[in-house]
């Protein structure tokens, strides 16, 4: 099975400038657990996930306050769309991060979480029912 089987092709994507809060509004509005961040002045793309909200949030940081450039994570591992689930995961347990911004051919195509991975491989090792 492979990431373009599994990822989420419906993708938030934030500007640098948005705040923590605002973010973290449009994630919980969507159900996910991480924003795509373009950021030409960083880098490019980046990603914002909810443990960077929730990580400036411990520190009491401000989130009205806080600005999305200064949590996104700029050193992004990208999966391709043909890569296999299993390279996928191994690249998210060498990093230590649940999310992987998929790239085809330049362009953002999707995002693939452990959840979804986790999802597809529960439902191809699913018994098959008896009639």
């Not at 500007?15 to 159900?31: D, E, F, N, W, Y």
């Not at 795509?36 to 880098?43: E, I, L």
């Not at 450039?69 to 649940?98: I, K, S």
Request: aromatic fraction near 4%; charged fraction near 20%.
């Amino acid at each position: 099975m492979l990431v373009r089987d599994a990822m989420t092709t419906v993708i938030l994507t934030l500007g640098p400038a948005h705040t923590l809060r605002q973010a973290a509004s449009l994630m919980s509005a969507r159900r996910v657990g991480a924003a795509v961040v373009f950021d030409p002045d960083a880098g490019g793309i980046g990603i914002l996930t909810e443990r960077d909200i929730l990580d400036s949030v411990g520190l009491g940081q401000n989130p009205d306050a806080e600005r999305i450039h200064a949590h996104t994570t700029t050193d992004v591992v990208f999966a391709a769309p043909t890569w296999t689930l299993e390279e996928a995961a191994g690249a998210m347990a060498r990093g230590g991060f649940r999310h992987l911004i998929v790239l085809d051919h330049g362009e953002v195509t999707g995002i693939v979480s452990v959840r979804d991975i986790v999802r597809r491989w529960t439902a191809a090792r699913a018994p098959v029912p008896v009639p």
